[in-house]
């Protein structure tokens, strides 16, 4: 019994976890609500399973999130199954379907694809630092690690030192022993404020991983269970760059004692030691010859050849420092008859040149520090425009500056920003990580926010960061207006949108790739909006990542800048700003803990987002904050107060009049609302009203302006077959699934047609009608393959797989009912996958 027990407990905690944060998607909602099935089902004695066990006279069972509720969960099943042979092949079941939700159903999906390969390309001039890749050849070679630990080395030394070049550089010598790939990422460790939350960087490695979007859940905890599942077992080298401290690199360990680690911090990692083995190595700076020998390559033999002891003194002048070198090396370069003495007398002190003294003590280094003279000569020698612009992208710290950014930070053309921004990476002041993506090094853009504070002033720099923040929005306002369309928004930035005619179909789907490309500096805008003050730009900027955060998720970052973005809307709402937008903020933050699985987080911004649309008269926002809190309660298992949240939001609806905001939505938002209404009721045993209301939902949506609404026509008949198939009527299931089917494949809705030939096939498999069940799998398998849904694919192939099939154990249904040419509704199933579970059903 313990064994099974155990097995039973890790799913009923999975699919728990995952019921709030959607993670799973349409199949973790089924296998929540399997579960709360089974736990409903027998009645022998009442159990304490969330809001009480399902005994004779007690309450229906609420989600178990806590560690008792769900242990409690779990023994009531195994002991179930132990009395019921029948119970026990459900039980099974149900645990075999909850392992395609939880994380270890990926490793096997994900090794499938390309292995990883994320690291940087390795500078051509690269120079020394042998001594690195030979310790570490070393350290793979040893025994006696901690075990199950990677091999963990820790570079360290001063901000320029090449540590980010070293251990990129070493990755690449050894990647041959390292065939499962690759990874790499920027931790921005530089100050506890930049530095990147491993759960942002676990979603990044999660993505390369190639773990699909539903399966990525935003709690970290599940994030960090999920990486260690995917590298166990295999041989990769990750490289953490610039990291802050401890506890920012040790989630973002692989499992598998056959990984490499290479990190670099300007810290000494102590922790690493005790639970890694981890080993330090402090870089120094090159030595004389190494560094003539990287000027060297950088400037070219020619122009080194006869002018040895110049050389020599510029190589001294910058202390071996190799990022002095490069930005001293990339100027002499571009500046053919620029003499090597000079240099060196600059970077010796003694030729500071105009405002060289001056701006020496500026950021409190001291004014021989070789990484700063460097930057001075070759600031100095910028032509006025490209200094503006390099000064005015330093103002603010984003992730990366594209030619969109500087343009907006220096109000010049893109034409000009990109040829500037071209410049200054030729002398080496930024660095081109993508096709036209610039960064700083850190050190870099501190001197270069320094020179911005002292030549231009606070009154420049806060206008420089308003105009990239309107910028970034106008952008994201475009793009997700391409992704969602037909939502309703807030905010005067999408008052002159409109689509084309005649819209590629794929436009959509390319609007969400560029939003997410976007992303971090999208979350920083709304940032330096916030800090600034610009309360107006901060929450309209929050509206605009709606559609990127509701179908990708990221919700840390979510978190992060809703609530900047809560505040800056209730500031901006006693300003005489838009009151509205505090209840739209709101409910998206919601939306966000939801996803983290913070129930009562969740709740309490949703009860808050309905006073404040209240308060102000917003009726269509008011109704939206209930209608979400309504689904909130779906996903706990509260269908009674669900179901009140969604009658009490049609009530909201009621008030809108005539010509007011919302009211063309209103028909729309009614059948929404029906239908949630009807899976709500259906969860309570309730068929026969579910079933009215789903009809109700069904007709609405057919007599919607423009010929209807066919997509949620067929995710009506959807929950239709799934109410019918609940209550025992396999034919009447059928009825509805035939018409679910045909309405999704005219439509075009592939994912949303894999799911229905999915359920149908559960009901052939019911009606005992096995040809037919494997069809529809069949039929199944081909279309996630053909959308690259790779876990969904292995799991219906799993199923195909089996010996008999899939599990006959309910056997054929006998209960009678009409043919299945039968014409209205009889069928469907909502679940949100496409974001009518947001803020924007009842909404309109």
Not at 249 to 274: E, G, K, N, Q
Not at 533 to 539: C, H, K, P, R, S
Not at 633 to 658: D, M, P, S, T, Y
């Amino acid at each position: 019994m313990e064994p099974f027990m155990g097995v039973v407990l890790q799913a009923v905690g999975t699919v728990a976890s995952g019921a709030l944060s959607g993670a799973g998607g349409e199949m973790g909602r089924r296998t929540s609500e399997s579960l709360f099935g089974l736990l409903n089902r027998a009645r022998p004695e009442p159990v304490a399973v969330g809001a009480g066990g399902r005994g004779s006279g007690s309450p229906a069972p609420t989600l178990p999130v806590t560690e008792a509720e769900q242990r409690a969960a779990a023994l009531w099943l195994t002991e179930l199954a132990c009395s019921s042979p029948e119970f026990a092949r459900e039980v099974t079941r149900w645990v075999d379907e909850a392992a395609w939700v939880g994380p270890r159903a990926v490793p096997a999906v994900t090794g499938r694809v390309a292995p990883p390969r994320t690291l940087p390309p390795v500078t051509s001039v690269f120079t020394d630092r042998e001594d690195v890749t030979e310790t570490v050849t070393r350290l793979l070679e040893e025994t006696g690690r901690p075990q199950g630990a990677p091999t963990v080395v820790v570079l360290t030394g001063p901000g320029g030192i090449g540590k980010s070049a070293a251990a990129v550089n070493c990755a690449h010598l050894l990647l041959e022993r390292f065939p499962d790939g690759a990874l790499h990422v920027d931790l921005a460790g530089d100050s506890a404020d930049t530095a990147l939350s491993p759960s942002e960087a676990l979603a990044r490695f999660l993505d390369r991983l190639g773990v699909p979007s539903a399966m990525a859940s935003g709690d970290e905890a599940r994030q960090r269970d999920l990486y260690r599942d995917c590298t166990a077992g295999r041989r990769m080298v990750v490289v953490l760059d610039n990291a802050h401290s401890d506890a920012q690199v040790m989630p973002l360990l692989p499992a598998s004692p056959d990984c490499l680690v290479l990190v670099t911090s300007r810290r000494r990692l102590d922790r690493l030691v005790a639970a890694t083995g981890a080993r330090h190595l402090t870089l120094p700076p090159l030595s004389t010859e190494d560094s003539v020998r990287l000027l060297t390559r950088i400037v070219g033999q020619e122009r080194t050849a006869d002018a040895e002891t110049g050389v020599r003194a510029v190589a001294e002048g910058t202390g071996g420092i190799p990022l002095a070198l490069c930005t001293t090396g990339a100027r002499l370069a571009v500046r053919e008859h620029l003499a090597w003495e000079r240099v060196a007398r600059q970077l010796s002190g003694r030729d500071a040149g105009d405002g060289g003294e001056g701006a020496a003590m500026r950021d409190g280094t001291p004014e021989d520090d070789p990484v700063r003279l460097a930057h001075d000569g070759a600031y100095r020698e910028l032509a006025p425009r490209c200094a503006a612009l390099y000064r005015a992208i330093a103002v603010w710290p984003w992730p990366t500056v594209t030619v969109r950014c500087a343009a907006h930070a220096a109000d010049v053309g893109e034409s000009e920003a990109r040829v500037l921004l071209e410049q200054l990476a030729d002398v080496h002041l930024l660095e081109e990580v993508a096709e036209e993506r610039y960064r700083f090094h850190d050190v870099a853009r501190a001197l270069a926010h320094d020179l911005a504070a002292a030549e231009d002033g606070h009154g420049r720099m806060a206008a420089a960061v308003r105009r990239v923040a309107v910028g970034q929005l106008r952008f994201a306002a475009g793009a997700d207006f391409r992704v969602m369309p037909g939502r309703w928004r807030l905010g005067p930035a999408y008052a002159p949108l409109s689509l084309p005619e005649h819209r590629d179909p794929a436009d959509g789907r390319r609007a969400l790739a560029e939003l997410r490309q976007e992303r971090e500096n999208l979350a920083a805008a709304v940032r330096a909006a916030a800090h600034h003050g610009f309360d107006d730009l901060a929450w309209q900027l929050c509206e605009a990542m709606w559609g990127l955060h509701l179908r990708l998720g990221f919700h840390e970052q979510w978190v992060d800048t809703h609530l900047l973005g809560v505040a800056a809307a209730r500031r901006a709402a006693a300003e005489f700003g838009d009151r509205r937008a505090v209840g739209r903020v709101l409910v998206q933050l919601a939306f966000a803990h939801m996803g983290l699985g913070r129930a009562a987080e969740a709740e309490q911004a949703l009860t808050e987002a309905a006073a404040a649309d209240e308060s102000c008269g917003h009726h269509r926002g008011q109704a939206s904050a209930v209608e979400a809190l309504g689904l909130l309660h779906l996903k706990q298992w509260r269908w009674a107060e669900a179901e009140q949240c969604f009658e009490r939001a049609g009530g909201v609806l009621a008030r809108i009049g005539q010509g007011e905001e919302g009211w063309k939505d209103l028909p729309r938002a009614r059948a929404l609302l029906d239908h949630h209404t009807g899976r709500a009721q259906a969860r309570q045993g309730r068929f026969a009203e579910a079933v009215g209301r789903l009809n109700a939902a069904l007709v609405q949506f057919r007599e919607l302006p423009d010929g209807g609404d066919r997509y949620n026509e067929g995710r009506v008949y959807m929950s239709l077959g799934e109410t019918h198939l609940e209550a025992g009527d396999t034919h009447l299931a059928l009825v509805c699934l035939d018409k679910a089917v045909d309405t999704m494949t005219g439509e075009g809705a592939e994912p949303q047609l894999a799911l229905a030939l999915e359920l149908r096939a559960r009901c052939h498999q019911r009606a005992g009608e096995p040809e037919e069940e494997q069809e529809d799998l069949r039929a199944a398998a081909l279309l996630y393959e053909q959308g690259g849904d790779r876990l969904a694919l292995t799991r219906v192939r799993a199923l195909l797989a089996e010996p008999d099939g899939p599990d006959r154990s309910d056997g054929p249904d006998r209960s009678d009912g009409p043919d299945r040419s039968d014409g209205l509704a009889r069928s469907d199933r909502s679940d949100g996958a496409d974001g009518s579970d947001g803020p924007d059903g009842a909404g309109g």
